[in-house]
C-alpha cells in the first residue's frame, strides 16, 4: 500500500503521516481487497477546495473532501473486480482532496475533534475511491458500517479502544440529491 501525499500549503496534516497509508491498508482489508494499490492525497486550502468543488461538482463552496476515484460509477463490486484483474502493479484507485481547515471546521458540529473527523473523511474518501456511496439511504448505512469497522481497526492500531470510535449518520449529504 502506498499514499503520495502532498501538501503545498504547508497545511496541518491533523493526523500523522502514517495513519494515511494505514487508512488505505483497512480499507482495502474491510472490502475484501488483497492488492497493492495506490492512492493520492492532496491537503488543500479552502479556495483551493471550493474551486475544486465548483469544478466537479457545481457547488460554490469547499467542502471537507473530495474523491476523483480511477474507476468512477463503478460499483464496489465492480472496483474489486477491476483491481484484482488488472495486470497494474500497484493498482491505482484515484485520488483525494481534503481541507483540514473545513474538516477543523465542522469537528464541533458533529460531536467530534479534529483529529476523528479528519480520519472518518480520510476513510470515507477512500471508501468513495471504491465505490461506495451515500447518495440513498441503503447506500449510506453500508457506507458508515464499513467506516465504522476501518475506523475501529484503526483505533485498535493506536493501542486505543475502538469500543469507544462512533460516528454518525455524518456522510450522508441528502443535499447533494437536490443539486446544492
Not at 502532498?6 to 503521516?17: H, I, Q, R, T
Not at 467542502?63 to 484483474?85: I, M, N, R, W
Not at 462512533?166 to 443539486?179: A, Q, S
Request: aromatic share 4%; hydrophobic share 45%; with cysteine.
Amino acid at each position: 500500500m502506498s499514499v503520495l501525499l502532498s501538501n503545498d500549503a504547508g497545511l496541518p496534516l491533523l493526523v500523522a503521516e502514517g495513519e494515511f497509508e494505514a487508512a488505505l491498508d483497512e480499507v482495502l482489508r474491510a472490502a475484501g481487497l488483497d492488492a497493492d494499490a495506490v492512492v493520492s492525497i492532496a491537503y488543500v486550502d479552502d479556495d483551493e477546495m471550493r474551486e475544486l468543488n465548483h469544478a466537479w461538482r457545481g457547488i460554490d463552496a469547499p467542502t471537507d473532501v473530495l474523491s476523483f476515484p480511477l474507476l468512477d460509477g463503478a460499483c464496489p463490486e465492480e472496483v474489486l473486480a477491476h483491481a484484482l484483474d488488472t495486470k497494474e502493479d500497484p493498482v491505482e484507485l484515484g485520488d483525494i482532496a481534503l481541507a483540514p481547515q473545513v474538516i477543523a471546521a465542522q469537528a464541533p458540529a458533529f460531536g467530534t475533534t479534529p483529529v476523528e473527523e479528519c480520519r472518518l473523511m480520510l476513510v470515507h474518501g477512500i471508501l468513495h475511491l471504491l465505490g461506495y456511496d451515500h447518495m440513498n439511504e441503503d447506500d449510506a448505512i453500508a457506507m458508515e458500517e464499513c467506516e465504522l469497522i476501518v475506523l475501529r481497526a484503526l483505533a485498535s492500531r493506536r493501542g486505543e479502544d475502538p469500543a469507544t470510535v462512533r460516528i454518525g449518520p455524518v456522510t450522508r449529504h441528502h443535499e447533494d440529491e437536490r443539486g446544492e
